[in-house]
């Protein structure tokens, strides 16, 4: 098994929340969002659920892994190797290519990277916002700029999902209106 991380911030800001966990498999950083951009993901968390012979088993989507149903379900999958009806009846997300709004976004995010690692955070800061007026539902991008702008809503503790849903509504009356 192993887990793949999205944070922009990279692996120094995900390795506590593993150690937190007492994880015992390998977890990889995808810093870049490729997965984000292969798949069409705009939120985490996501399940990518693949048998031993590399085929997906479970459609890419959304995943509550504290919801019990699905620990049960991923724990019979995983004794038993039958594939449960709820993943068989799960729809697809649909594969497309990025659109202009979503390319530019990414364009964006890549170069807040860059800015990042030259310790131009108030640029990079400006970038994420460009990339989340480009594509307002890339949830990625909008949390790695939380993050980045108000650490301790992300890593001081327990998500504060009604802090993100308020921060968006924020963004959604102010920037983003422009």
Do not use: C
């Not at 019990?68 to 991923?74: K, N, S, T, V």
């Not at 170069?111 to 690692?117: F, H, S």
């Amino acid at each position: 098994m192993i887990s793949i991380a999205q944070d922009a911030q990279g692996p120094a800001v995900v390795r506590p929340w593993l150690e937190k966990a007492g994880t015992t498999f390998r977890t990889l950083v995808d810093q870049h969002n490729e997965l984000g951009k292969a798949f069409l993901l705009k939120y985490v968390p996501v399940a990518v659920i693949v048998d031993a012979d590399g085929r997906l088993v479970r459609p890419i989507t959304g995943v509550n892994i504290g919801d019990d149903g699905f620990r049960a379900e991923l724990e019979a999958w995983a004794t038993t190797g039958d594939v449960p009806a709820a993943w068989r009846d799960t729809e697809a997300p649909e594969h497309r290519p990025l659109s202009q709004g979503e390319r530019e976004a990414d364009a964006r995010l890549q170069l807040a990277l860059v800015l990042l690692e030259m310790q131009r955070t108030k640029e990079a800061l400006e970038q994420l916002r460009l990339a989340v007026q480009a594509d307002p539902e890339n949830w990625l991008i909008r949390k790695q700029m939380w993050a980045i702008e108000t650490p301790g809503a992300f890593y001081d503790g327990p998500v504060d999902y009604a802090w993100q849903k308020a921060q968006r509504q924020r963004e959604d009356e102010g920037f983003l209106r422009q």
